[in-house]
């Protein structure tokens, strides 16, 4: 099919490559030129595993450009909207880029009939709106009262940065909100290799091997709107459950990983995120989660569940200072140094990273503080160059003269570097990922959370 991508971020890149990948004829529309040119090159913007070698694969089937003149919109089949959904002050979600997009469209539609899927997370509700913007804008571009034959669909992302290729690939599910026969025949289609799991895996993205197909579920356009918010959601309150459940083992002297263990076997409940630690950071679960509490809002409604998740989350990033102070007495004045900064691993991406307010605060407490993360520095540099946070290419300079380590981001080469050659500082294990018995063996004291 001819599929259009609008919106080069994590979602509409990731979803044009494989896309691509798997036969159509992709085109990826972003008004940044610098992304494009990029692109063009065969460079990723973002750092994501796998995105460049899969993007090689398929390069005979993608195209990118930052025109809408050049998108080549009245011939295409399906059209992707996956501009950015950024939060504004008040929690709700900024639509000015959907806006953008959906009038840009609507200038260019043609006659033949196109789908237009929503990928971005916008607020419940929004694809009735796109619908509007686009029917009223093409009935004042065309002025004789002529309607648009075009039908709105949602079909939420639910890709996780650092696994996104092979979230991309194999999905837990498929989610295609519409009641229109036209547009669900259309992207049952379009999604069939996945569905099926019939395709040839990319080099370096086996396909795991219980994976026989992929359920698609079809629902009205709102529920659709809603999986996504009600997913992440929950998601992020599993994760505050556990750090709260681990505030209190703290205290009772039991050890979270193995309550999280004991509890994650019970099949209802199961094992994935249940890693206690500094909780959650990212563009996406405190953005949904503002955006979910002020929508209900909206209707008069309360979600003290989801507020609290917030609550404990955001108050978790304080309590790594106070373990840390406890440890030191006094933190004014001392050598710190910071393990990791981005979000989570495999990603360079700092939007709501917990690193970010745990080196505000220990700054303004008079620390001293050094930061290595494997590939997160350049963001870093550019956007918190002025935090008083000093940036390290070397993990040895970092550790330089340290008087206590703190590890934010649980990437795998801190666990394994050389921890015998390190002076025996305290140490804060935020993830709690680093192999306590080892570095308990090596004479370290480590703090983990909930431990
Ligand atoms: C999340 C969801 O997992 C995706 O399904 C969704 O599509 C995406 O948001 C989105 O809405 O676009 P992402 O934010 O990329 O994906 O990353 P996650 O792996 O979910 O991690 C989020 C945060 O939770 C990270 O800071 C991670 O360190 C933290 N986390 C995760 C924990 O603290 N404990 C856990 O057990 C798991």
Known sequence: MKVLIIGTGYVGINTGVVLAYLGNEVTCLDVNQEKIDLLNQGKSPIWEPHLEEVLSQARQNIRFTSGYDDAQIPETDV???????PSLADGNADLRYVRQAAESIAERLGEKFTVI???????????????MIIQEQFKHNHNNGEK???????????????????????????????????????????????????FEPPAGLPRPEDLTQVPLLVCDLTSAEMIKYAANAFLALKISYVNEIGRLASKLGADIQSVARGIGLDKRIGNRFLN???GWGGSCFGKDTAALVATARDYNLGMPIIESA????YSQRALIVDLLQERLKILKGKHITMLGFSFKPNTDDLR??????????????GAMVRVHDPIALDNARRLYGDSGLIFCDRVEDA???AEAIVLVTEWPEYREMDWESIPRVPVIDGRNSLDIERMEALGFSVTGIGR
Not at 79 to 85: L, P, R, Y
Not at 117 to 131: A, L, R
Not at 310 to 313: D, G, I, L, P
């Open 310 to 313: 917030r609550a404990v989350n």
């Open 79 to 85: 059209i992707f909207i996956a501009v950015g959904t």
């Open 352 to 365: 709501d990273a917990p690193s970010i307010d745990i080196g505000r605060l220990l700054v303004q407490r």
């Open 276 to 278: 206690a630690g500094i």
């Open 148 to 198: 648009a034959d075009f039908n709105v669909v949602s079909s939420p992302e639910f890709l996780a940065q650092g696994s996104a290729m092979h979230d991309s690939f194999y999905p837990d599910r498929i989610v295609i909100g519409s009641q229109c026969e036209r547009s669900i025949t259309r992207l049952r289609e379009l999604f069939a290799p996945l569905t099926r799991q019939d």
């Open 117 to 131: 899927v929503n990928k971005s997370t916008v607020p419940i509700g929004s694809g009735n709106w796109v619908e």
């Open 399 to 401: 550790l330089s003269g």
